[in-house]
């Protein structure tokens, strides 16, 4: 929003005596108006959906938006740092021994720099964890020793969960160097070992590689440079804002009472001031709108496509940009739900939020160590979209030792098929065909 959109509904409402062209009384006053709303929108309204989500906040907004989320900033962590830490946090959910529970668990053990579970790797009721060390080479027989231990206090009972050190893969790396006049072929290949050793170790068990989602959010945010310029000139802190709003109240107070100096009553009714003032109510209210529509997209029950990228993006799920939005939203929901522990009935309601179905019906195998989850649609099969969602909720969920299947079902009468079909049915994937 521009001072020039303020203005111009400003400009409309008045009916005041008077030219509003610069220069004029009353357009003087307008544009005053309209400076003060443009200040109030860049410094306090404009960026707040960047500063509200850990994708994108910066500095101190990005200290207190993951703190919020539960990951508090480390002395001396930059802000990529803390991002990758929080992204991590919010897309890895623990719950009923799922894959994100035993990642946590082996975070726990200093010795290892991340883990990648491989649920059902051996077979049913099994879980393996593939773990890497600081360095981001395998890890030492020690430090396995001291995650298995800690896989084995923590992980459900009947889950076969064993800790493996990654295997190591040789690369032979061959380039032809030209090299810059003062520099040795000694120092560009020391440089080179250690700028790959670093970025292997932050790719090992990583995918993908930190520093590529740093570049894909960095490349999102700028907007080719501009958006994160601007962002740059609004890391000034709440106190300043805050202190400007002060400042403003204090010069230009409010003609219907609030903070600050008033005009006095007598001047309000003098045309063209008064006739102004009414007519920056109207410039007010096109900021008060801008600012709902910004809220609004911070709630996912509100948010329109982009929010709900900015949501997706947030807690690690695919962005489903032109699907439909309530399909997204539930998926959204099952994410933030990630920690409830996996019960029938929750089994159930995921059918029905995320997959779209009328309702839903659990089978446990518990010899398999398998579960069947019935996806019920009254009249007709459960649309793909909705169990495709459904099946990305239960990957996140499901605890990892688990087989857990998602199946479409269709609930139609016999009277509604005999009509149809005049005989037996067989289902299929999408369509009702004659047995």
Excluded at 5 to 16: S, V
Excluded at 285 to 307: D, I, K, Y
Excluded at 365 to 388: H, K, N, S, T, W
């Amino acid at each position: 929003m521009t001072k020039d959109e303020i203005f111009a509904a400003m400009e409309k409402a008045y009916t005041g005596a008077g030219s509003t062209v610069e220069g004029s009384f009353a357009g003087d006053l307008l544009r005053a108006c309209a400076d003060g709303c443009a200040e109030l929108w860049s410094t306090e309204i404009d960026g707040l959906e960047e500063r509200a989500f850990v994708a994108s906040a910066a500095g101190e907004w990005l200290t207190r938006v993951c703190a919020d989320r539960g990951v508090e900033r480390r002395a001396g962590e930059d802000d990529e740092t803390l991002r990758s830490r929080a992204l991590e946090s919010l897309k890895r959910q623990g719950a009923s021994g799922n894959a994100d529970d035993y990642a946590a668990w082996c975070g726990t053990v200093e010795g290892l720099l991340r883990v990648r579970v491989l649920p059902l790797a051996r077979g049913a009721g099994t879980v393996d964890i593939v773990a890497v060390g600081q360095d981001g080479r395998a890890a030492s027989a020690a430090a396995v020793a001291a995650a298995q231990s800690v896989v084995d206090e923590k992980r459900p009972i009947g889950a076969d969960a064993k800790v493996f050190a990654a295997v190591e893969k040789p690369l032979n790396i061959a380039a032809s160097v030209v090299l810059s006049e003062g520099a040795s072929l000694e120092g560009v290949v020391n440089a080179f070992k250690g700028a790959f050793t670093a970025f292997c170790r932050e790719g090992a068990l990583n995918d993908p590689p930190r520093q590529l989602r740093a570049c894909e959010r960095h490349s999102a945010r700028s907007g080719g440079g501009r958006r994160c310029d601007g962002l740059h000139a609004r890391r000034r802190g709440d106190q300043l804002c805050a202190r400007r709003a002060r400042d403003r109240r204090t010069r230009h107070g409010d003609a219907h009472g609030g903070d600050g100096m008033r005009l006095p009553e007598s001047v309000t009714k003098i045309q063209p001031v008064g006739a102004a003032l009414k007519a920056s109510e109207a410039g007010e209210a096109l900021l008060r709108e801008a600012g709902e529509r910004v809220n609004a997209r911070l709630l996912v029950g509100q948010a329109e496509a982009a929010g709900l990228s900015r949501w997706e993006r947030e807690y690690g799920l695919a962005d489903r940009s032109g699907e439909d939005g309530a399909r997204r939203r539930a998926r959204i929901y099952a994410a933030m739900a990630g920690g409830q522990t996996l019960t029938r009935e929750r089994l159930s309601a995921l059918a029905v939020a995320v997959g779209g179905a009328d309702r839903g019906e659990v089978t446990e195998d518990f010899a398999a160590y398998a579960v069947e989850l019935a996806a019920i649609q009254d009249g007709r099969l459960p649309a793909p979209e909705g169990m495709a969602a459904l099946e990305d909720a239960l990957a996140r969920q499901k605890p990892a030792q688990l087989a857990v299947t998602a199946t479409p079902c269709a609930a139609l009468t016999l009277d509604r098929a005999e009509a149809l079909h005049g005989g037996a049915l067989e289902l299929a994937w999408g369509e009702i065909a004659e047995g």
